[in-house]
């Protein structure tokens, strides 16, 4: 892992910090596939407002999703289509990156002002050099079949390819009758109704950069906007494979309750006698005391419920133990 040298790292004030578990991303077990995109972007740097009070422990695509941080799953899955490089966008809580990634090719672009997704883009101009690279958000987790968007994209020959969801909860894209066009966005250019949703992947040329204008704080949709007028957004519908947007509590728990992507119970729990787990996800290093029972509820790695304590529907989180009667509960 590195850092960017023109975007240095830049660490707040000693905080009281759990005790972490080294994650290993196990790309050996991977089948990696061949593509024309070997590298990748992950924008990490959002504030994550809408999932507080996590957040204020860890920056969203950092926050753990069975076990291991939501972005070591999207590396993983970039890894099957043979992408080996990395940049991610930091800003808030950036020391909670320092590690991520080691022995990889990952680079963090510290941004201690936001510049949102065009501008983030923009400012790693020079690390996308002259190859195109596929653009990840870093609070979404999927199983869609990203090769069949790189394929789209590398065949279209367009400056942008984005990978859409005809069912999800905002449906802003509309396209041309063949599908493979973006027409519309928001309806701004007043040319139809969205009907499906953007997942929030997508391929870019490195000459769509030259679109976004350098040092600013701007998001890629006005760029979007003049490729969609042009006729030269393009598009692919990956309705298949799992799409969850992890952006809230809510979806959060629904990840955790719908997905089996390891052992519920990590080895290296610690479970007390007489304790009741049910329908939970408890993370490594994680205690649950004697007696305890945890229902419907998350427990991150190094975390712990108190002897007797009674939980559903919770996130335990914190570095004090958590004890008492709670249901729907941040603790």
């Not at 079949?145 to 990978?163: F, K, Q």
Request: proline fraction near 7%; aromatic fraction near 6%; charge should be negative.
């Amino acid at each position: 892992m590195s850092t960017a040298a023109n975007c240095p790292s830049s660490h707040g004030p000693g905080k009281r910090k759990r005790r972490k578990t080294n994650v290993s991303l196990n790309w050996a077990a991977l089948h990696f596939k061949a593509s024309g995109v070997n590298q990748a972007f992950i924008l990490g740097a959002g504030l994550g407002n809408r999932l507080r009070p996590l957040t204020g422990r860890l920056p969203k695509p950092l926050v753990p999703l069975f076990h291991q941080p939501l972005t070591a799953w999207t590396m993983e899955a970039c890894a099957r289509l043979g992408i080996s490089r990395f940049a991610i966008n930091t800003h808030h809580l950036p020391e909670a990156w320092d590690g991520f990634g080691e022995g990889k090719d990952v680079t963090l672009f510290h941004e201690p002002v936001l510049l949102e997704t065009g501008g983030g883009l923009k400012n790693i101009e020079r690390w996308i050099g002259n190859e195109p690279v596929l653009v990840h958000n870093g609070d979404i987790f999927s199983t869609m079949p990203l090769e069949r968007l790189v394929a789209a994209h590398e065949a279209s020959g367009l400056p942008v390819t984005l990978a859409l969801r005809t069912h999800g909860t905002a449906s802003h894209i509309a396209l041309d009758p063949d599908g493979t066009r973006v027409i519309d966005i928001r309806e701004t250019l007043g040319v139809a109704p969205g009907t499906h949703t953007f997942s929030g992947v997508y391929c870019v040329n490195p000459e769509f950069l030259e679109m976004i204008p350098a040092g600013e704080k701007i998001s890629v949709i006005p760029a979007f906007l003049e490729l969609a007028k042009a006729g030269k957004l393009g598009a692919i519908v990956l309705d298949e494979g799992v799409w969850l947007d992890l952006g809230d509590r809510e979806s959060y728990l629904k990840a955790h309750r719908e997905l089996n992507l390891a052992d519920a119970i990590h080895p290296e729990a610690i479970i007390g006698t007489g304790a009741v787990v049910e329908r939970s996800v408890v993370g490594p290093g994680a205690i649950i005391g004697e007696g305890a029972i945890v229902k419907d509820s998350v427990v991150w790695p190094g975390s712990e419920v108190s002897p007797g304590a009674s939980l559903e529907s919770c996130i335990v989180f914190s570095n004090v133990p958590a004890d008492g009667s709670h249901k729907a509960g941040d603790l």
